[in-house]
């Protein structure tokens, strides 16, 4: 990609922001050290819309219940998004199984946040979109709670190893890596369950009559197409670092952050030599 080309894709400078129509996040956990709450600070402070969902799993009451743990970095992501409700973007927030304590106050609205089970969007071009957690549609979660909560203790045990790479990786001036994500696309019964969830989760959203879903909870961004009917899965900000945004004409596009990130601080160093010849 040229300089010129990159260059077009980011805020001139830190204070512009990226305008889009509606952003999806989810699967944030915040209150886990596996959080990456300062990429999503990034993400916050160079991104803007008209509405943004919040797509469950955005606080971790199943690991604040063990232990609590919550950093100054947790309190200024809180602090972003109740300032984009004050400044008029309309906030949805559909809590997920991590942070299902919030779903008894659905229907209620708290500091300009609407809280909701489920939610429906209607894009700029006319598409109806259901959106949900997900967590409704894992077989895992609906027969045998009990062992999601072993797979979430050994979750974190690999995303406490992810997080000493990538101070490695700091260490050498190396961009952030998902340990989690590449093991998850190596072994054949995650890719299975993925495959089988996102193809189920859109078959339950053509019986509802709409035209696409968007959801989250297997920490896996995706834009699939299951005939006719649109699967989004918007990812986490703990391992991959993704979001779906709409622009104003509906098209709709996944935000890898670490690798816009990466361009941007490329398209500095781009820059940087202009700037010194002028």
Known sequence: MAATDTLAR????????????????????????????DLLIDFLDHTDSETMYLVGDIIDGWRLKKKFYWPAAHND????????????????????NHDEMFRQFTGMNFGGVEIRRA?????????????LHGDEFDAVMLAHRWLAFVGDALYHLLMGLNHWVNVVRRAF???????????????????????????????????????GVVCGHIHNAEIRDFD????????DWVEGCTALVEHFDG?????????????????????????NAA
């Open 10 to 37: 980011l805020p001139a400078s830190p204070g512009q922001r990226r305008r889009y129509r509606t952003i999806w996040i989810s699967d944030i956990h915040l209150g886990t050290k596996g959080c990456n709450a």
């Open 77 to 96: 992501v809180v602090r972003r998004i109740l300032k984009r409700a004050r400044r008029g973007t309309r906030i949805v927030y559909i809590p997920g």
């Open 119 to 131: 939610a429906f969007h209607t894009t700029a071009d006319g598409r109806r979109l259901m959106v």
């Open 173 to 211: 001036d190396l961009p952030y890596w998902s340990l989690s994500k590449v093991a998850k696309h190596k072994v054949k019964n995650a890719v299975e369950f993925i495959s089988r969830y996102e193809e189920v989760v859109a078959r339950a959203a053509g019986e509802r009559g709409v035209d």
């Open 228 to 235: 006719g009917i649109e699967y989004y899965n918007d990812g």
């Open 251 to 275: 098209r709709m596009e996944l935000l890898h952050w670490p690798e816009e990130v990466a361009r941007r601080e490329e398209a500095r160093a781009h820059a940087a030599p202009v700037r």
